[in-house]
């Protein structure tokens, strides 16, 4: 068992400029599977398209922004869960005033097949 | 990619009282690891202790509550992440007067080692 706040974790620079990560489970924690993050983009900021082997499950907490996948945009808010597939190419943009913050659960790059 | 605005989910009973799940990204949505759900649980309203072979990894989105496991009870509230390990013993309480809501990721039963 592990719980702590979100608030408490420390905010880490992922190398996208604007977009920062809390850890929140990890290895450290005592996963073995996947992990979940806090994933916290900057009002008007955007990820450049990238794809990886682990899929996405995503909770839009608070903000206003889309996903961009293919030549398709979807809109995301508050309460849109997202689900991007293995290699999928994507990106995020934060259209809002205010920050876009997700919880975003990933497999361990171990676990997944290659 | 499949996005969806949780409110717009079916509310499932999960067969305990007073606690229902919305199921947010499954094998349907094209998952293949592991999936995500939000877990509502009524006020004043508790699971009874259990346990499973996976693990949780859970974010509180709004409401007041605990997790007991083993002796040990943790209070939880909104921003609260919560690694619960495999085969741990566990329950949730909510003591609060308003729903507990919580995004809840869990591995597909057939990923999990026995």
């Known amino acids: 068992m592990y719980i702590k706040n979100y608030r408490e974790l420390p905010v880490e620079s ?5 977009l920062t990560a809390r850890w929140a489970i990890n290895a450290s924690q005592g996963a ?11 009002p008007l900021k955007a990820t450049p398209f990238h794809q990886h082997n682990s899929e996405h499950e995503i909770f839009v ?6 996903v961009e996948a293919g030549d398709k945009v979807y809109p995301i808010r508050e309460g849109s869960v997202i689900y991007i597939a293995p290699n999928e190419a994507h ?11 997700m919880v975003d659960a990933v497999m361990f ?6």
Do not use: C
């Open 61 to 66: 907490l608070v903000g206003k922004g889309e």
């Open 32 to 42: 073995t599977n996947f992990s979940m993050r806090l994933l916290e983009l900057e």
């Open 109 to 114: 790059p171990a676990k997944v097949a290659k």
């Open 91 to 101: 990106k995020f943009n934060n259209t809002g005033a205010s920050i876009l913050r």
């Open 14 to 18: 992922t190398g996208v400029e604007g």
